[in-house]
């Protein structure tokens, strides 16, 4: 069993609205430190495929045909072994991949 985390975060220069709206009521509240913000999207599924090569091709047809938006999106993702009897660290079993 893997485990897939997937972050989807719009492209430079495309507008978000969303992440200004939050920048000025952070600000508002006090927190002026806060500069630009960017606001994006995070998925965290379970596959049941026979290896890491399998996983790698369903996730990014998924992201493809249903969770990314090309034209103003990018995404990462990252796998874990989760199975029974997975062996190592955390650090060790995620492999990542940008796009």
Same mark, same amino acid.
Request: with cysteine; net charge positive.
């Given at each position: 069993? *893997?485990?897939? $985390?997937?972050?989807?975060? /719009?492209?430079?220069?495309?507008? !978000?609205?969303? +992440?200004?709206?939050?920048?000025?009521? /952070?600000?508002? *509240? @006090?927190? %002026?430190?806060? @500069?630009?913000?960017?606001? +994006?999207?995070? /998925? %965290? *599924?379970?596959?049941?495929?026979? !290896?890491?090569?399998?996983? &790698? &091709?369903?996730?990014? !047809?998924?992201? $493809?045909?249903?969770?990314?938006?090309?034209?103003?999106?990018?995404?990462?993702?990252?796998? %874990?072994?989760?199975?029974? +009897?997975?062996? @190592?660290?955390?650090?060790?079993?995620? *492999?990542?991949?940008?796009?």
């Amino acid at each position: 069993m *893997l485990q897939v $985390k997937i972050c989807i975060s /719009l492209k430079e220069g495309v507008a !978000d609205p969303q +992440g200004i709206t939050i920048k000025n009521a /952070l600000n508002s *509240l @006090g927190y %002026q430190g806060v @500069g630009k913000v960017r606001m +994006g999207k995070y /998925l %965290q *599924l379970k596959l049941n495929v026979k !290896d890491e090569k399998e996983a &790698r &091709r369903e996730i990014e !047809d998924m992201c $493809k045909k249903l969770l990314v938006n090309p034209v103003i999106e990018n995404y990462t993702y990252e796998i %874990q072994d989760i199975g029974k +009897g997975s062996k @190592g660290s955390r650090e060790a079993q995620s *492999l990542r991949s940008f796009w």
